[in-house]
């Protein structure tokens, strides 16, 4: 399993990025996909998720500036980050797992490099 993220950088307070994962090795169709983010001294929180039907959840922290989508074409899962904050700054990782009929999301243990995103002006 290989997980690609890229699209990461440094933005200004107010400024958007988008992230990109592409995703080999694994049944990118029927399987969700999910960006999770680890800040210095932190452990890594669930960002939000999509399941293979479009589904999506969001942490509260991100609601209404955060879009997840994926293109099963192209076995790529985005993360379009708008009004960014400071306390964004974090790296951002994406990863494959299950959703259950809570829409609750459980990761697989494949976590690829991750893409730093840093938020300062």
């Known amino acids: 399993v290989q997980l690609q993220a890229s699209g990461g950088g440094l933005v200004q307070p107010g400024g958007s990025l988008r992230l990109s994962c592409v995703a080999s090795g694994i049944s990118f169709r029927s399987g969700s996909m999910a960006w999770y983010r680890q800040a210095p001294g932190k452990q890594r929180e669930l960002v939000a998720s999509v399941r293979s039907g479009g589904t999506t959840t969001y942490a509260d922290s991100v609601k209404g500036r955060f879009t997840i989508s994926r293109d099963n074409a192209r076995n790529t899962v985005y993360l379009q980050m708008n009004s960014l904050k400071s306390e964004d700054t974090a790296v951002y990782y994406c990863?494959?797992?299950?959703?259950?009929?809570?829409?609750?999301?459980?990761?697989?243990?494949?976590w690829g490099q991750g893409t730093q995103v840093t938020v300062s002006s």
């Open positions: 990863n494959c797992g299950t959703s259950d009929y809570r829409d609750v999301y459980y990761p697989h243990d494949y």
